[in-house]
């Protein structure tokens, strides 16, 4: 094969594969900052305009949790009032798909397994 043809070919394949990446990186740069489920048009409306999305979805909670942030956001950060309809919809998707965590901490390392506390050092 003619050695040119063959660099010629070689650019061609890597622009081509470049072009095909953009969309797939794009479209992992605007990945939904909310699970889709149920409610999750209600969640967006009503929970992006003063913080991120993601201050919402780095918590968890039961039901209960997130009534009493919401509350809390309602009492202490100016939060209008939620249409009684919109606000079932929020929580049953919030509960639903950001629930309670069985344990939020890793356990604790055994002592055997971690250095020797400085503390515990005799003079
Ligand atoms: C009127 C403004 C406003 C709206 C609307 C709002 N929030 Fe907030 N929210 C706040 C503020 C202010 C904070 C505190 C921000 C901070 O700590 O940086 C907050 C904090 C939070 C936190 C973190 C609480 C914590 O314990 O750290 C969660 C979770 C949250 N909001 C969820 C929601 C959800 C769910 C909605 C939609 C139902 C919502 N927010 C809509 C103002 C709002």
Known sequence: MNPLFKITYL???????????IPITTSLAQEPEFKQADGVEVVRKNCTSCHSAQLVTQNS??????VSRLRWMQETQ???SLDPTDEGI????????YGQKASGRRPLLHS?????????LQE
């Open 112 to 120: 055997s397994l971690l250095p020797q506390n400085p503390y515990d």
């Open 90 to 97: 929020i929580l049953s998707y919030l509960a639903a798909n």
């Open 11 to 21: 650019y061609r394949f890597f622009t081509l594969l470049f072009l095909l990446s």
């Open 61 to 66: 909670g039961s039901r209960a949790v997130w």
């Open 78 to 80: 100016g939060m209008p």
